[in-house]
């Protein structure tokens, strides 16, 4: 098991580039099963549900190629199995993935139920909803989803709550079902914009995607593309606030300022200082920050990945601060750690009230999912001696060297591994 070793009191200087979005990386290597050709994906973060994913799908017969460390090439024109049973799969949540795209596709799927991490309930039964619309018999069975259907025929989807991963899956499954679907109240993450777009650079035809109504028109066949995949959003928020916490300034590079709307806005009414710089944003933290209070919603709202991050940063500033979490009912479960370094918050149902402490101590610290680890890193970056947090292989599911990003501006923490490997930055 590896750990992060943290000695906490550095001021963060210089510039940290943010690499290619976890979630859209997810999304947009599950839809190149769709195409009857080769697709080129560049920008993927080397995070490992990417690898766990990438390795499911060569089980299936698809043929992955590293062109260079952020750019793979994806052959889906021999897929030879609709059953997606790799072991690790059940560890990510993106694996019902798979089944929009094959159902799409083939129209049959077996996808063993996704997993990722304990952070509430998470059910799927938006998806199947939306798989049931387009004309698919749908069944649990043994911890396996199982989806059929002779044809896929257009319809129109109402989404009872807005979701990500359904919103996503539907878009799979439909673009190639006989006549028109519609999706309304979709979630409208950057992500999905992202996963549309590469549909459309495939031969879809999906308009709306970031709206109230995305529309698809189905096509008979996709072909392969090549496609650039957007920064993270999350990544890049969590740099921002690495800055702030530790009175810092950094220049933090490769994002799109207008996904970053909803946390410069809060950061700035904290008093944090913002400067966009085309791809580019400056964070500094010169004077004492104040509390704000947050509320996490569907995007263009403050994210729910942002929400541990951000009531770190909170731990520290001036004044008392609500958090009130509003997507997740288990989001909070990182405050009994945070709480072991000396913070003062009480959690009361999906409410977190923060009071600013002077100062935070380094203890040994356990990462309970991969946006409160993240959270863990940025209070131990300003923690008086050394925390070492535990179960850094969250962490990993979803920032690129995050260590070695971190170190570039000046923090003091290393990785202590047990194992011989070294891990080579290569998505496969």
């Given amino acids: 098991m590896d750990q992060f070793i943290i000695n906490g009191g550095n001021v963060l200087k210089g510039r940290v580039e943010v690499s290619g979005a976890k979630n859209a990386a997810l999304g947009i290597i599950s839809a190149a099963l769709l195409a009857d050709g080769i697709s080129t994906i560049q920008n993927v973060p080397y995070v490992d549900d990417i690898r766990v994913l990438l390795e499911a799908m060569k089980d299936l017969g698809v043929r992955i190629k590293n062109i260079d460390d952020h750019t793979i090439e994806i052959d889906s024109r021999k897929v030879d199995k609709l059953v997606v049973d790799y072991e690790h799969i059940k560890k990510i949540r993106a694996s019902y993935y798979l089944l929009g795209s094959l159902l799409g596709r083939f129209k049959e799927a077996q996808v063993a139920m996704p997993g990722g991490c ?8 938006q998806h199947i909803k939306g798989f049931e619309a387009l004309g698919a018999e749908v069944e649990v069975d043994h911890g396996m989803v199982k989806a059929r259907a002779k044809r896929l025929n257009g319809a129109s989807i109402y989404l009872d709550v807005v979701s990500v991963g ?34 459309n650079s495939m031969g879809a035809e999906i308009k709306g995607a970031g709206t109230d109504i995305i529309k698809i028109h189905g096509v008979d066949k996709l072909h392969g593309s090549e496609y650039m995949i957007i920064p993270d959003q999350i990544e890049a928020g969590t740099y921002m606030i690495a800055s702030a916490i530790t009175g810092g300034d950094v220049v933090v590079e490769n994002l799109i300022p207008k996904h970053m709307e909803a946390i410069s806005a809060k950061l700035l009414e904290m008093g944090v200082g913002i400067e966009e710089q085309g791809d580019s944003i400056r964070v500094y933290a010169h004077k004492e920050l104040k509390g704000v209070n947050i509320k996490t919603l569907p995007y263009p709202g403050f994210p729910t990945d942002m929400q541990p991050q951000m009531t770190a940063l909170l731990t520290v500033t001036k004044g008392t601060s609500i958090v009130s979490e509003s ?49 863990l890193i940025l209070a131990a970056l300003v923690a008086e001696g050394e925390t070492v947090i535990n179960h850094v292989d969250y962490i990993d599911r979803g920032y690129e060297f995050i260590e070695e990003k971190l170190r570039g501006i000046g923090a003091d923490i290393v990785r202590k591994s047990d194992s011989k490997e070294k891990r080579q930055l290569k998505v496969m």
């Fill in 118 to 125: 304990n952070i509430g309930q998470r059910p799927i039964d």
């Fill in 166 to 199: 359904a919103t996503i899956n539907i878009m799979l499954a439909s673009v190639m079902a006989k006549g028109v679907t519609t999706i309304e109240n979709p979630a409208k993450e950057p992500h999905i914009v992202d996963v549309a777009n590469y549909l």
């Fill in 327 to 375: 997507i997740f009912e288990n989001r909070f479960q990182y405050v009994d750690e945070l709480n072991r370094m000396g913070v003062n918050v009480k959690v009361e149902g999906n409410t977190a009230i923060v009071s600013g402490v002077k100062k935070l101590t380094g203890t040994e610290i356990t990462a309970s999912d991969l946006r409160a680890g993240a959270a």
